[in-house]
């Protein structure tokens, strides 16, 4: 009778298992046709600054199903030791090619170069270049004060120079590459600080030739450039009047002109 009931209770456990075995099996069936069969992938192990070299320390493989495989995704570490984050990459995120980048024969700034225009550099800060916001990739305006007679305010106008410029570079860092001092270095990356790059006191902006020579004039005649920021796609041209002293004075412009004539000898007549 025991031993009845012992091959019984075997019986029991193994259909138990094999019923137990089948539904494991057909959900994963199911969850594999759903999602894909599980692929590996490159992950951050740590969060990656912008410009951060990557390497294997901060990485790791881990599987996912095929259908939350990132496009452009890496699962080999080997592939990008020792190449650069383009873009801030967050723990447990997937590298993917967008994401990243290295130096080579395209890093530097001679490539960014529509044909036909010119690189032209400003010296500029915080005040003048939107609290250094601006990157490379932007488009900005370029204004100066302009003065006819130095020194008399109802001389003095604010212009409109140039409108939709492309921004090459801010300081070291180019459109899309890495910075232009990279080129030289042939120690390990690893050493080399890129976020310092990130600061500037120059801004280079892509010109026709003769524009160059408008803010050479400028700048040699002792006037200021200000950017001021546009959207990215906004490459739209329109006429912008001069701002002079009456126009800021709004209602005051008559007492204000009025001064200034008496100040000069004229009266309205």
Known sequence: MNSLSFTLSLAIAGIAMFMAWSYINAKESEYVKRYGNMQPVVI???????????DDSKLQIITVPKKFVMSGHINNIEEIVNTIAAVSILKGEQITKPRI??????TGLAPEIAPGKRAYSIQTNASQSVSKLIKPGNRVDVHSMISYIPGQYDKQKVKTILQGVRVLSTGLKVTNQLPLAIQERDNDLRKINLTKYTDYNTITLELEPDEVQKL????????????SLRNTNDTSLGRVPATELFDVLGEDAIEAKRYYQKKNGKTNR
């Open 44 to 54: 951050a192990k740590e969060d990656i600054k912008a410009l951060d070299v990557i």
């Open 101 to 106: 980048t290295q130096p080579g024969v395209r």
């Open 216 to 227: 050479i004039f400028l700048v040699n005649s002792g006037f200021k450039l200000y950017l």
